[in-house]
């Protein structure tokens, strides 16, 4: 089993959007008093920015809610003396057993400031125990790029089609769910019918949402929160019976 007592399992998604709210507030609060709200088994957490060398504000977030973290930069700021990274996170109250690292989108020059210097990954995080388990990742794709947006679509298509167990991906994918359905229709996408969660003061875009392999069922809904850009969505997970 995945966890001690049910077998669904309850995921939080959220782009913290560098931990500010919409005003340019940190938003760290926020992202707690959801977490306690949907007590979640697992959150995943995009736009994530950690400053080298200061305490950790994902950390924070960890011990307050008594999760596991583990953070994947997508890129560092800085070239020779890096400041920070930059990606996505995943929390866990759950055992890890493995964790992998995928790269969707290389950059042409290192960062400066331009989402054209972004890179994109996808990090995913093995939950449960040997005899059952569950891959939860976790990413961001470019938004104003239509082509290289394309590119990560595709390459993290290829990258679940290699997991070995049932698997679900949270995402700001920026892009609507139908392109899942249309080039990938085997997956799993919720919430289905499709919630608007951008931009959070007046959403109309479907952009943050759920795909899964087709041997899980996903229950998601798009949350009212206030805290970042972006809506937060959440998801109960269930494995098919063994």
Request: charged share 20%.
């Amino acid at each position: 089993m995945l966890v001690s007592a049910p077998t669904d399992l309850r995921i939080l998604h959220w782009n913290v959007h560098s931990w500010r709210d919409a005003s340019g507030a940190q938003n760290l609060n926020s992202v707690i008093s959801l977490a306690r709200e949907v007590e979640p088994d697992v959150v995943s957490l995009v736009e994530v920015d950690e400053p080298w060398g200061m305490p950790s504000i994902l950390g924070e977030l960890a011990d307050h809610l008594n999760y596991s973290w583990v953070l994947s930069p997508s890129f560092e700021f800085g070239t020779d003396n890096t400041s920070g990274g930059f990606g996505n996170a995943i929390l866990t109250r759950i055992p890890i057993l493995a964790v992998q690292h995928w790269d969707l989108l290389r950059a042409s020059h290192p960062y400066d400031g331009t989402e054209q210097s972004e890179p994109r990954t996808v990090i995913s995080v093995k939950l449960g125990s040997s005899s059952r388990s569950l891959w939860v990742g976790s990413t961001h794709l470019p938004r104003s790029d239509e082509s290289a947006r394309a590119k990560a679509l595709h390459r993290l298509a290829r990258h679940v089609e290699r997991l070995d167990d049932p698997w679900i991906i949270c995402g700001d994918f920026n892009v609507e769910a139908r392109f899942w359905r249309d080039n990938y229709p085997s997956y799993l996408v919720n919430p289905n019918p499709e919630r608007p969660t951008y931009p959070a003061h007046r959403p109309i875009e479907s952009i943050d949402y759920f795909i899964g392999s087709p041997d899980i069922f996903i229950k998601a809904e798009v949350l009212p929160a206030t805290g970042s850009d972006h809506l937060p969505v959440a998801a109960t997970v269930s494995l098919a019976p063994a």
